[in-house]
C-alpha cells in the first residue's frame, strides 16, 4: 500500500474509475456516493446520479450526509415519490449502474447486510436489505465496495439479502478488484492495487481464490483524483 | 375533513394500545415530535411500520412502546446502527421485538397497494434472497399472459399513519414539497392520519414540487414547528447531523438512554423504570 | 440523450410501418401536429394506442394509418361520436381496424406496468362486464394472501410513444404541468419516444404542478409550436372547443373528410386516393 | 312535464339533488357534470369534485367542455396523474358518488356504452366503458342519468360495459327516479316527476316496471335551481 493515499481512498478512487460517463447510477450514501460524485467531478461529468429517496439528476456541489438530503431535491432535474424510483425507474431497468455495500460477500457474489449469526436469534443485526435487492437484481451493472478479510471474503454468507441478476458485477476491495468468471460465475481477481500482493489478496479470501491468469495492476490515484476527494471529504467532514 | 387539534390530543385519539403505526417520512419531514408524543402517552404492544426505522422508532423500541417492527433498513443513515434496536432483536430489551422484513420496493409497493385498495401488489424482486424463505409477507405469483414467475407483497393498511409537512390551511388541506417519499400513500392507505405540520397558514400557495393532501383524506391536523428534528424540513431547517452522530453515544447503553429520553422528552422518571428482564443470552 | 429535431424527422426515424404506435396526452396536450405528421409521411399498418382516440385518432384511422386500435373511450368528448372510428368499425372503410377495448382504469395500470417494467398489472374491475368474454388481455388473478380474485391486465410497451408539452430545454429535458395524465408512463413504456413541445428554452424554470421527462429518457424533442390544437397547452392557449364542434360535421361524411384533410394538412392530392373496396354489409 | 322547465333541466335538477353535502363526486362531462355544479353552487357547496383526468377539488366558475379543461386544473386542491386518479382515489375507495350515463340500462342495473347490436359487427359503435365500469363498481353510490324509452330501458343490454357494484344505485331519467329493489335488486320506480303518469313510466319501459308501493312525487325545480341551472348552461354556450 502506498503512503501517499489510505486504502478507502483508492477504493473510492477505483469505484469511480468503473463508471464511464453519461452513466445513470443509482447511488446509496457513504462510499458509494463519494465515488459516483467523484466520477461526476472528474472524468464522467454527465453522470447521472439518482438517489432512492427519488431525486433524479441531483447534482450536489458537497456530498450528501444522508440519501435524502435537501440539497439532493434542490440540485434535481425531478424528484418523484419513493414508489415511483423503485417502480419506473429502478425496476423500469432505466439504471445503469448500482452502487452496494454489504457485510459479507460470497464466492458467487450473494450479499449479506442482513445478521451475522442466525436469522432468527442474531449475533449481530445489521441494518437489513433497504433497497440493496431490487438494485443487485435491477441495475445493468453492480458494483460493490467492500474491505476484503477472512470475516467479508466468505464461502457462505450467513444471509443472502442480495443476490446478482443478469446484469455484470464487479466487487472493489482495498486490496483490488474482482469480477465474476464468465463460465462459472465465481468471483476472480482481475486487478491488484499497488504494494499488494496476490497472498495476500488469497489470504484475505474466505475461500480458495482465484486468480486470473492476465491480472493487472490498478494505477494509483492521480494528483487530479486524490485532490477532488479530498476537498470532497474535508466538505463533508466540516459540515458534520 | 381533518380537524385541527393539538399534537397531545391527537395522539389520544387516534392512536391506542395495540396499533398498527406507520410514522413515515422518507429521510425528510421524519414526525419526530408525534413520535415522542406516542412515547410521553405511553402507548403499548405497537406494530411500527416504517421503510427505515430511524431514531425515532430507535426511542419508540426503546421505550418499550413497540411489539413488531415491520421494515426495511434499519440504521442510523451515515453512522451506523441503531443500538436500541438491535438490542430489542438481539436481547429482547426491554421487551421482545417480532420483526418483519420487506425491502424498500417491497415495502414502497405494500404502501402503494394500501392505498389503491388492493390486497396486493407485483414486483420483481426477492428472487434468490433469504427472505423469501423468513416471510409469510411475500409470495411467488405468475403473470396470467406470459408465464413469468415475479413475487407478490401484501397491502399494508395501517391503522393509524403518521406523517410530518410543510403546511396545512385552516381548513386542514396539507401540502409538503421536496422529498415527498411515501407521505401520500401512507396518509391514504391508513384507517385514521395525522399530520404534523410546521405552520398553519391561511392559503396554500402553490409551489414547484409541491402535493396537496386534501383535508377530506386526513383525520387530524397538528402544528409542530420543528416536528421533524432532528431530521429536516425542507425550506424550514436542515437536517441536524450533528445529532444523528450524537445518537450513537447516547443510545448505546440502556441506562444513558433512559436517562436522556426521561430528561429531553420531559417524563415523569417513575413510569419509566420498567422492571428489566433478564433476556440475554 | 434526446435529440432536437425537426417534427419530419423525427416521425421518419421513430415511426415505422406496423409499429404499434401510442399519442398520448388525456384531454390536454393531444399531440395534434404530430399526429399529422404521421398522417403526411403515409405510416400504415399501425397499431394506434390511446385512452381516449380523440379528433386525432379519427383523421389517422380515416387515412387509413391503422389497422388495430386499442383504447379505453372513442368519442367527441362533449359532442358525440368519431364519424371515422365508427365507419372503421361499422363498415371496415377505408381498412378493417381491429379493436382491443378496455377501460380507462385498465389503459392506465396498462401504461404504468409498462413503465415499471412489470409484464402485467392487476386491478379491481372489469367483473362482470363483457369486456372479460371479448378479450385475450384480460384475466383472472388471485391473491396470494387473501385468495381475493381480482384481474389482471398486460403491459403495454408501444414501439413508440409520442406525447406533447409545454417546453424542453437545449439538452432535451422536458417540463409539462397542467392536467399530466399518461404522458410520463408512455414515455417511459415505449422503446421509442418523441415529444413536440410549444418551444425550447435555455432553462425549465420549475413551476407549480410540473413535471420533468429528464433527457435520458426521451428519443426526440421536436419544436411544434401551437401542437396541441384544437386541444389546449395549459398557459399558452385554451381548448378550441369550436373545432371540436365543426368536427362533427366536418367527418361525417367520408368525401367531406378526405378533401379536409388534403386541404388541411396540405397534402398531395392523388396519393389519398385509395382505391376503395366495398365493404359495406 | 311542466311548461315552465325542460326535460333535460328536470333531469338535472333531480339528479343534483341526490348529492348531499361534503360529498365527494367522480365527475363525467355533460348533464353529470352540470348536475354536480348545480348541487355545489345551491345546496351543497361543499361537494368535492374529482375528474378523471386528475383534477382534485376542481372548483369551477363556468361548466367545463371537456373533462380535462384548463379551469378544472387551475382550481383544483391538487391534480394528480391518470394512473393515480384510478388507483388511489377511486379503487382506493375515496369517491362517494359516481355519476354515469349510458345508452341502456336493463332491469338489474347493468349499463350498455359500448355497441348497438353484436360486439363484433356493431350497427352503432358507442364509446365504450371509458372511466364507467371502474367508476360502477368503487363507487358508494351511482347515479346513472338516462332518458327513459323503450331502446334504452331494456331486459337485456346489447353489451354489459358496466355494471353495479357493491355500492347504492340510483337511476334518473325524464320520467322518475328508480332504484334497485332491496332485495330481487329489480330497478323499481320510487319517485315520479311532475306530469307525468305511472302508464307513461311503464310504457316507456322495456320490461314489466315494478312501481313502489310508496310512490313519491318529485318536486318541481325551485326558482333558485332553475335559474343557476340556467346561467350554468349559457354561460356553456356563450364559450362554445
Not at chain 1, 445489521?126 to 467479508?152: D, N, Y
Not at chain 1, 466487487?171 to 481477481?189: A, F, H, M, Q
Not at chain 2, 380537524?3 to 395522539?11: G, K, M, T
Not at chain 2, 403473470?143 to 385552516?170: K, M, N, S, W, Y
Request: charged share 25%; net charge negative.
Amino acid at each position: 500500500m502506498g503512503a501517499d493515499f489510505s486504502a478507502d481512498e483508492l477504493m473510492t478512487v477505483a469505484a469511480a474509475r468503473e463508471l464511464t460517463d453519461r452513466t445513470v447510477c443509482f447511488v446509496g450514501i457513504g462510499l458509494p456516493s463519494t465515488a459516483a460524485n467523484l466520477a461526476r467531478l472528474t472524468h464522467a461529468p454527465r453522470t447521472v446520479l439518482v438517489y432512492e429517496s427519488g431525486t433524479i439528476g441531483s447534482k450536489p456541489a458537497t456530498l450528501p450526509l444522508s440519501i435524502g438530503d435537501g440539497e439532493l431535491a434542490e440540485t434535481a432535474d425531478a424528484v418523484v415519490p419513493v414508489p415511483e424510483i423503485f417502480n419506473y425507474w429502478l425496476q423500469g431497468g432505466r439504471i445503469d449502474v448500482g452502487f452496494l455495500g454489504a457485510a459479507q460477500v460470497d464466492r458467487f457474489g450473494a450479499l449479506n447486510t442482513t445478521v451475522i449469526g442466525d436469522y432468527e436469534r442474531p449475533k449481530v443485526r445489521l441494518p437489513g436489505g433497504g433497497g440493496a435487492p431490487e438494485i443487485a437484481a435491477m441495475a445493468k451493472e453492480v458494483i460493490v465496495i467492500i474491505r476484503q478479510s477472512p470475516r467479508t471474503f466468505v464461502e457462505r454468507v450467513d444471509f443472502r439479502s442480495s443476490v446478482p441478476g443478469s446484469g455484470a458485477m464487479v466487487v472493489i476491495t482495498d486490496l483490488g478488484v474482482l469480477r465474476p468468471d464468465p463460465e462459472s460465475r465465481e468471483l476472480t481477481l482481475r486487478r491488484i492495487h499497488p504494494g499488494v500482493s496476490v497472498e495476500q489478496a488469497q489470504e484475505e479470501t474466505g475461500w480458495d481464490l482465484r486468480v486470473a491468469d492476465d491480472l493487472e495492476k490498478t494505477d494509483s490515484p492521480s494528483e487530479e483524483e486524490l485532490g477532488v476527494l479530498r476537498e470532497l471529504n474535508q466538505a463533508l467532514e466540516a459540515r458534520a | 375533513m381533518a380537524e385541527l387539534v393539538s399534537l397531545d390530543e391527537a395522539v389520544r385519539d387516534l392512536v391506542h394500545d395495540g396499533d398498527s403505526v406507520a410514522l413515515e417520512g422518507f429521510t425528510h419531514l421524519i414526525p419526530f415530535a408525534a413520535g415522542h408524543e406516542v412515547v410521553r402517552q405511553e402507548k403499548r404492544e405497537l406494530t411500527l411500520i416504517r421503510m427505515t426505522p430511524d431514531l425515532i422508532y430507535d426511542q419508540l423500541i426503546g421505550m418499550g412502546c413497540a411489539r413488531k417492527l415491520i421494515f426495511s433498513w434499519g440504521g442510523n443513515p451515515g453512522v451506523g446502527s441503531l443500538h436500541r434496536f438491535r438490542d430489542a432483536v438481539e436481547n429482547d430489551w426491554p421487551v421482545p421485538l417480532e420483526i418483519e422484513e420487506h425491502s424498500h420496493a417491497g415495502m414502497a409497493n405494500r404502501y402503494a397497494a394500501g392505498a389503491a385498495g388492493l390486497p396486493f401488489a407485483v414486483l420483481r424482486g426477492y428472487k434468490g434472497t433469504e427472505l423469501m424463505e423468513h416471510s409469510e409477507t411475500l409470495a411467488p405469483i405468475t403473470c396470467p399472459f406470459t408465464g413469468e414467475e415475479l413475487t407478490a407483497v401484501p397491502a399494508i393498511r395501517p391503522d393509524v399513519g403518521i406523517v410530518h409537512a410543510q403546511r396545512a390551511d385552516r381548513h386542514g388541506n396539507v401540502q409538503l414539497w421536496g422529498i415527498v417519499g411515501v407521505q401520500k400513500e401512507i396518509v391514504l392507505a391508513s384507517a385514521r392520519s395525522l399530520v404534523t405540520v410546521e405552520e398553519v397558514v391561511d392559503e396554500l400557495e402553490p409551489r414547484p414540487g409541491a402535493i396537496v393532501l386534501p383535508t377530506w383524506v386526513v383525520t387530524a391536523v397538528a402544528e409542530a414547528p420543528h416536528g421533524a428534528h432532528p431530521s429536516y424540513a425542507h425550506d424550514y431547517y436542515d437536517r441536524d447531523n450533528r445529532f444523528y452522530q450524537r445518537w450513537d453515544e447516547v443510545s448505546r447503553d440502556r441506562e444513558g438512554f433512559r436517562d436522556w429520553m426521561v430528561e429531553h422528552l420531559g417524563l415523569a422518571a417513575g413510569s419509566w423504570q420498567l422492571a428489566e428482564q433478564d433476556h440475554g443470552r
